[in-house]
T-cell receptor, first 114, second 114 residues
Framework: DGGITQSPKYLFRKEGQNVTLSCEQNLNHDAMYWYRQDPGQGLRLIYYSQIVNDFQKGDIAEGYSVSREKKESFPLTVTSAQKNPTAFYLCASSRAGEPTDTQYFGPGTRLTVL | AQSVSQHNHHVILSEAASLELGCNYS??????LFWYVQYPGQHLQLLLKYFSGDPLVKGIKGFEAEFIKSKFSFNLRKPSVQWSDTAEYFCAVNAKAAGNKLTFGGGTRVLVKP
C-alpha cells in the first residue's frame, strides 16, 4: 500500500527535551511538508522540502528543525526552543511541489509536553 | 495579513439537510483552491480542487464547490448530507502571492445528526 506513515502516534516529552517525529512516504513524491494543527487555527506550515538535501522554512519554523537526506524521509525535530510545542503534527507529500498538486497526509503525531 | 477564512467553526444539521460551508481568501492574482476533509480517526484527504476552467467543481461523495472570483470565495456544498459526512472540513489556498505555499483556513466541524 502506498502512503505516508508517521510515528509515533502519541508522544510525551518533558520540558527542555528535544524530540524527533518520523515521517516516511513510499509514493515516490519529491515534495514533503510538515504542518502543525491547533484547534480553530487549521494547519500551519512549519517546513517544506521540494527535493532531497533542500528545505525551506514555512510560516512557523522557529523552534523546529528538519532534514531531508533521503527522498522518502523527512523527520521533524521539535527543540526546546519551541515555546508551545503541544500540538498535533501532520506530515504531507506531493508529487512535485507544484501549486496545483494534491498534498497527501499522514495520520499525524500528537505531541504533549509535560 | 493575507489569509483564508472559514466563518463557521461548528455546524450541526440533520440527515438530508443541505450543507454550505463558506471559504473566503484575501489573495489577489493566481490562486489554486482546495477543500480537504478529516473524518474522525482518519487522515486528512482531498475532497476537490480548482485551478482553472469551469468554476463549479465536483468532488467525491457528492460534494461540489463554486469559485467566485469577484467575491474571493470558494464555498463547499452538498445538497443532502448523511451521518457519514460528520467530519472537519478545511479550505486551503495555494496563491502565487503567498509564495505558492498552501494556506489553510481554521476548519469547520460538521456534525450530522441521524
Amino acid at each position: 500500500d502506498g502512503g505516508i506513515t508517521q510515528s509515533p502516534k502519541y508522544l510525551f516529552r518533558k520540558e527542555g527535551q528535544n524530540v524527533t517525529l518520523s515521517c516516511e512516504q513510499n509514493l515516490n513524491h519529491d515534495a514533503m511538508y510538515w504542518y502543525r494543527q491547533d484547534p480553530g487555527q487549521g494547519l500551519r506550515l512549519i517546513y517544506y522540502s521540494q527535493i532531497v538535501n533542500d528545505f525551506q522554512k514555512g510560516d512557523i519554523a522557529e523552534g523546529y528543525s528538519v532534514s531531508r537526506e533521503k527522498k522518502e524521509s523527512f523527520p521533524l525535530t521539535v527543540t526546546s526552543a519551541q515555546k508551545n510545542p503541544t500540538a498535533f503534527y501532520l506530515c504531507a507529500s506531493s508529487r512535485a511541489g507544484e501549486p496545483t498538486d494534491t498534498q497527501y497526509f499522514g495520520p499525524g503525531t500528537r505531541l504533549t509536553v509535560l | 495579513a493575507q489569509s483564508v477564512s472559514q466563518h463557521n467553526h461548528h455546524v450541526i444539521l440533520s440527515e438530508a439537510a443541505s450543507l454550505e460551508l463558506g471559504c473566503n481568501y484575501s489573495y489577489g492574482g493566481t490562486v489554486n483552491l482546495f477543500w480537504y476533509v478529516q473524518y474522525p480517526g482518519q487522515h486528512l484527504q482531498l475532497l476537490l480542487k480548482y485551478f482553472s476552467g469551469d468554476p463549479l467543481v465536483k468532488g467525491i461523495k457528492g460534494f461540489e464547490a463554486e469559485f467566485i472570483k469577484s467575491k474571493f470565495s470558494f464555498n463547499l456544498r452538498k445538497p443532502s448530507v448523511q451521518w457519514s459526512d460528520t467530519a472537519e472540513y478545511f479550505c486551503a489556498v495555494n496563491a502565487k502571492a503567498a509564495g505558492n505555499k498552501l494556506t489553510f483556513g481554521g476548519g469547520t466541524r460538521v456534525l450530522v445528526k441521524p
